[in-house]
């Protein structure tokens, strides 16, 4: 599937705040290391009057960032995936039980 740009979120959420919908699109990055943390993110203007440093704990980590190959972020499937198990009718207590096996 070729890489898109998506739909501008400002587009979809007209009347959100802008400094909002900058937060969000932050905390929806896919590449896991360009994606805000939660540190930045209490920091950040949308959350400025919620930000009280001396009430919150916070572990700073720091990631080698440039030691990272960047095609490991990068994904790619050997084969198509099949979604065949979703056409199953499962009774009630099946479906509980798939749950209960899988977690």
């Not at 905390?27 to 009280?52: C, D, G, T």
Request: glycine letters at 2%; proline letters at 6%; a negative charge.
């Amino acid at each position: 599937m070729p890489r898109t740009d998506g739909i501008p979120l400002e587009s979809i959420f007209t009347a959100a705040n802008p400094e909002a919908v900058d937060l969000v699109k932050r905390m929806l990055r896919f590449n896991p290391w360009e994606r805000i943390s939660a540190e930045e993110a209490l920091k950040h203007p949308y959350l400025r009057e919620h930000h009280f440093s001396d009430d919150e704990v916070c572990k700073t980590i720091f990631y080698l960032r440039e030691n990272i190959d960047q095609s490991f972020f990068q994904l790619t499937a050997d084969h198509p995936f099949a979604f065949d198990f979703e056409q199953n009718e499962l009774e009630l207590n099946e479906l509980k039980g798939n749950v209960y096996f899988e977690a």
